[in-house]
C-alpha cells in the first residue's frame, strides 16, 4: 500500500536561529528522501516546507520539536496541504 503524498508547512519558534537549525532540518530531510527548504524568517523562526510520503514527514517533524542540540524549541506549527511535487532536493534559504 502506497502512503499519502503530503506537503507540509512548518514553523519552528523559540531559539532556533544561530544554532544549526537549518543545518539540522537539511539533514534529517535528505536522509528520509524528502524535498522542500528551509529558511531563517525575519521574526526569528525557522520555517520550513517539507514534501513526501506523510509517515516520512511526520517522523522529520517529530525530530524538528527536539531540535539540534544547542536550540530551545518552544513551538512547531504545522499545516498540512495538498503535494504540488515542485520542490527542490532541499537547498537551505539564507
Given at each position: ?19 544549526g537549525?537549518r ?72
Amino acid at each position: 500500500m502506497e502512503s499519502t503524498v503530503v506537503r507540509a508547512h512548518v514553523v519552528v519558534r523559540g531559539r532556533v536561529q544561530m544554532v544549526g537549525f537549518r543545518e539540522f532540518v537539511r539533514r534529517h530531510v535528505q536522509a528520509a528522501g524528502l524535498r522542500g527548504t528551509v529558511r531563517n524568517a525575519p521574526d526569528g523562526t525557522v520555517e520550513c516546507v517539507i514534501e513526501g510520503p506523510k509517515p516520512d514527514v511526520t517522523e522529520v517533524i517529530g525530530r524538528l520539536r527536539i531540535g539540534p542540540s544547542h536550540a530551545r524549541v518552544e513551538r512547531v506549527d504545522v499545516e498540512y496541504q495538498p503535494a504540488v511535487g515542485d520542490l527542490p532536493p532541499f537547498p537551505v534559504i539564507a
